[in-house]
Structure formats: C-alpha cells, structure tokens
C-alpha cells in the first residue's frame, strides 16, 4: 500500500523569483497568482481523482524567494545532448497537449530546445529556463483504448 496518493507541488527556489516567473509566463505561458508581497509565484493544477471522481486533487507549481544564495551546479551546464537525468538537484516536468507548438512557441522567443526524444509512450525535450535549470516538457502518448469486444480488459 503506498502511502503517498499523488505530488501536491513542485518549488522552484530563486534569488530573483519576480523575474524567473516573468520568464515561464513569456515563454511557457503560466498565468501565475500570487508575487513578491506572498513570497511566491504560484498557479495550481487542479483534475478529478482518478478513483474517486468526486473528490479534487491539486498540483501547485511555484517560484518562491529563496532565503540564501542558491547553489548551482557546475555540471548543470556541462551535461551533453545524451544525458537529460541526474546532473542536477532537480528538474520540473511539465505537461503540455502539444509539444511541436510549444516548441515552435519557444523558438519564437529564442528557446531551443537541448534534446527531444520520441519514446512511443510519450515524447519529450528539455530546455533551460532563466536561471540554467533544466525543465522537462512531457507530452503524454494517447490513452490506450479498451478492445471493442472487450478482449485484454
């Protein structure tokens, strides 16, 4: 039995938040709430729970004021176009419907992307947000569909 049912949120801690967030909403979009006088940039995913629709579940995503120096890592910038994963304390995965239009958004704006890979059950690529991060964009391959004679159900 797992004891954890689901992420409430993912903090990004940052010396100059107001400005790492005007970075996601010029370029990724988020329409953040909150700011500098609530010590954090905030937008909150809200969906059904998948076993019980009645009942909400939330995911928050926020920038919030760091209270010391934020350490970088010198491999952070270093890891080649073969090594997404493990060269830094964190990454954010992002959902998006669309990759190729978020992409092409990006490119727009002077973002491209480091790697994007296809691997049948969703695709991805990777960017660096403002302050060098890393940040995952996920697009979720379809649903598979139940047969319509019900076989492997």
Not at 45 to 60: E, L, W
Not at 61 to 75: D, L, Q, W
Not at 100 to 123: F, Q
């Amino acid at each position: 039995m797992s004891l954890i049912d689901g992420v409430g949120g993912a903090f990004i801690f940052s010396e100059d938040p107001g400005s790492l967030a005007g970075w996601y909403a010029k370029h990724l979009g988020i329409e953040f709430e909150g700011g500098e006088e609530f010590g954090a940039f905030y937008v909150r995913y809200v969906a059904s729970d998948p076993d019980d629709a009645g009942r909400v579940v939330d995911t928050t995503f926020a920038i919030m004021k760091a209270k010391a120096p934020v350490p970088r890592m010198a491999a952070n910038r270093g890891a080649g176009p073969g090594d997404m994963y493990g060269d830094q304390p964190f990454m954010v995965n992002l959902r998006v419907r669309d990759l190729d239009a978020v992409l092409e958004h990006l490119a727009e704006r002077g973002v491209e992307p480091l790697r994007r890979d296809d691997e049948g059950y969703a695709v991805f690529a990777w960017i660096r947000d403002a302050e060098g991060n890393r940040v995952e964009l996920y697009q979720p391959g379809p649903e598979p569909q139940p047969s319509p004679d019900g076989a492997g159900d």
